[in-house]
């Protein structure tokens, strides 16, 4: 009996230790290097490639969110408030909700009034793939160059973005 079942653990063992590592170590690369290729939803629906939607020689702020989550709407209030120290920002918002709560989201929060944002459903779950984040609101900050800078999660403030994206020292 302990010989069929060592090598049977041995081998479960050896399984869990490469899915711990691949899972930790895929996660965070992408965070501390350029910024990935993610595609998503608009609100007509169309798969959009985020690439395209960036304006050239401008820092990006990639935000992850939830529309049920308090610490996002609270962002979103602060955006509105804030929204000129933010004027010269890609500001992308990604949700794995549907487009309708979405889209709900951005009319309820006044988000049109930020014209260098756009909203759009994370369709194919890249952000949680890429990131490995906990909580919401998840956001990282990538300069000019599309490099990274910092990353935030759940309790940050826009004035958090701002001398990140003013000092472009990466974490």
């Known amino acids: 009996m302990k010989r069929v079942l060592a090598p049977f653990l041995g081998t479960v063992l050896v399984l869990a230790t ?36 960036l304006t050239e020689n401008q820092p990006v ?61 994370d369709h194919l779950a890249k952000g949680q793939q890429l990131f490995g984040f906990e909580s919401y609101p998840f956001c990282v900050v990538y300069n000019e160059k599309r490099q990274f800078i910092r990353s935030f999660q759940r309790n940050f403030n826009v004035d958090s973005l701002v001398i990140s994206i003013q000092s472009g020292k990466r974490d």
């Open 18 to 53: 490469m899915l711990y590592v691949s899972r930790y170590s895929s996660n965070a690369s992408p965070t501390r290097g350029d910024l990935p290729q993610i595609f998503f939803l608009q609100k007509d629906s169309i798969q959009t490639e985020l690439f395209t939607v």
């Open 61 to 121: 702020v990639l935000v992850f969110f939830n529309s049920t989550c308090d610490h996002c709407q609270e962002f979103a209030r602060e955006l509105i408030m804030k929204k000129r120290l933010l004027q010269n920002v890609s500001i992308i918002m990604l949700s794995a909700e549907s487009l309708k709560i979405v889209h709900d989201f951005y009319v309820s929060n006044s988000l049109s009034e930020i014209k260098n944002l756009v909203t759009g459903k």
